[in-house]
Nanobody, 129 residues
């Protein structure tokens, strides 16, 4: 079973920034769209972003558009999520996941969770003063 590994979470004040990383030891992320999701206890997991492989296509949830940016370094086999202008409502566990069914992100479409086969264990982001 492939396990992705997220890192970079932490405690940050409102307005601050964090950069999350998603690595895949022993597995290449090439050819797959990579999604970021987040979950707050008691709520459903929410699709935050997606980045394609072949065309660099991206998707962002309306709640993070203009503040979060996803990117990928194929040479390092790593995907990033830059979180800027953080708000308390961004507090959640953030997960990255690999979509084995797609290499691009559908335009304007929320990531479909059941398409993502490989997941990480998550990294906690807490935004609080």
């Amino acid at each position: 079973q492939v396990q992705l590994v997220e890192s970079g979470g932490g405690l940050v004040q409102p307005g601050g920034s964090l950069r999350l990383s998603c690595a895949a030891p022993g597995f290449t992320l090439d050819y797959y769209a990579i999604g970021w999701f987040r979950q707050v206890p008691g709520k459903e997991r929410e699709g935050v972003s997606c980045i394609g492989y072949s065309d660099g296509s991206t998707y962002y949830a309306d709640s993070v558009k203009g503040r979060f940016t996803t990117s990928r370094d194929n040479a390092k086999n790593t995907v990033y999520l830059q979180l800027n202008s953080l708000k308390p409502e961004d507090t959640a566990v953030y997960y990255c996941a690999a979509n084995l069914m797609r290499s691009t992100c559908p335009v304007g479409a929320t990531p479909i969770q059941h398409e993502y086969a490989y997941w990480g264990q998550g990294t906690q982001v807490t935004v609080s003063s």
